[in-house]
């Protein structure tokens, strides 16, 4: 399957799964289950940052049509796509990651370099996120509890998705 087709059908059943499933799901006030950034996360590596900023508008304002959240998920979804390719510098080694791979993966980079890789931006991501969402510091407990237990919670949903769907080639 070309990389195009394949990224499209990942964004629309990374979006409907978000807005129909795990929104629907009511773990705690304070975690919130986030898989549609994986969209992001999962882009080739070699994407320009102006594409892979407008795909990350793309995906949060379809999010925020269907939330009714007014653009805080584009603004955290374009916040990590504009520090990915920093963030993929920074982890990557001298020479670079398998040139035959040409997507994240746990096969591509390394299982500790991708744990790495997803947890910083998913971090990232839901900093801007929540940091929007509650609108002011009042209660900064409460914030870093959220941001924390919601990265957490997102990350095992990461880990959990590219364990059951990446390629053992």
Do not use: W
Not at 54 to 68: E, K
Not at 105 to 117: D, E, H, K
């Amino acid at each position: 399957m070309s990389i195009l087709l394949r990224n499209i059908i990942r964004f629309v059943l990374l979006l409907l799964l978000q807005v129909f499933v795990l929104n629907k799901i009511l773990v705690h006030q304070l975690v919130s289950l986030e898989l549609y950034m994986l969209f992001i996360l999962l882009l080739p590596f070699n994407i320009p940052r102006p594409a892979l900023m407008l795909l990350g508008l793309l995906m949060g304002l379809s999010l925020d049509m269907f939330m009714n959240t007014m653009g805080i998920h584009a603004f955290a979804c374009v916040f990590m796509a504009y520090l990915r390719p920093f963030i993929i510098n920074i982890l990557s080694p001298q020479g670079g990651f398998e040139t035959n791979m040409k997507t994240p993966s746990m096969i591509s980079m390394g299982i500790s370099q991708f744990l790495i890789y997803i947890s910083i931006l998913v971090f990232l991501h839901h900093l801007a996120l929540f940091t929007l969402e509650v609108f002011g510091f009042g209660n900064i407990g409460y914030l870093l509890l959220k941001i924390l237990l919601s990265t957490v919670a997102s990350l095992m949903l990461i880990v959990l998705y590219e364990l059951l769907f990446f390629s053992r080639k």
